[in-house]
Nanobody
Framework: EVQLVESGGGLVQAGGSLRLSCVAS????????ITWFRQAPGKEREGVTCISSNYGSKVYADSVKGRFTISSDNAKNTVYLQMNSLKPEDTAVYYC?????????????????WGQGTQVTVSS
């Protein structure tokens, strides 16, 4: 059974940092890609950044470029999202999602498995 479990969210002041973790079970990263999505209240779910073992990482959200970094530890089956210089507009529920493909996609419809989400709140 495939499972994704996120952790690391919380309340942080603007300018602060958080590191989110996504622990995967039931599959290995060799043939999968993992994407972090986020959804703010009243907004559509947005692809933030993706990582693939074959093709590295991609950033989809222009607003996070230079501030957010995705990485993985294949030995731990874990993907991380390091978020620096956080802004109030980064406030959202963050989800990790996986798809059985080495090609990343920024579209949520292309993902098969989802975590439960972790809340990130950035105060001004």
């Amino acid at each position: 059974e495939v499972q994704l479990v996120e952790s690391g969210g919380g309340l942080v002041q603007a300018g602060g940092s958080l590191r989110l973790s996504c622990v995967a079970s039931g599959f290995t990263f060799d043939s999968y890609s993992i994407t972090w999505f986020r959804q703010a209240p009243g907004k559509e779910r947005e692809g933030v950044t993706c990582i693939s073992s074959n093709y590295g990482s991609k950033v989809y959200a222009d607003s996070v470029k230079g501030r957010f970094t995705i990485s993985s530890d294949n030995a731990k089956n874990t993907v991380y999202l390091q978020m620096n210089s956080l802004k109030p507009e980064d406030t959202a529920v963050y989800y990790c999602a996986s798809r059985n493909s080495v090609y990343c996609s920024e579209y949520s419809v292309n993902y098969d498995y989802w975590g439960q989400g972790t809340q990130v709140t950035v105060s001004s």
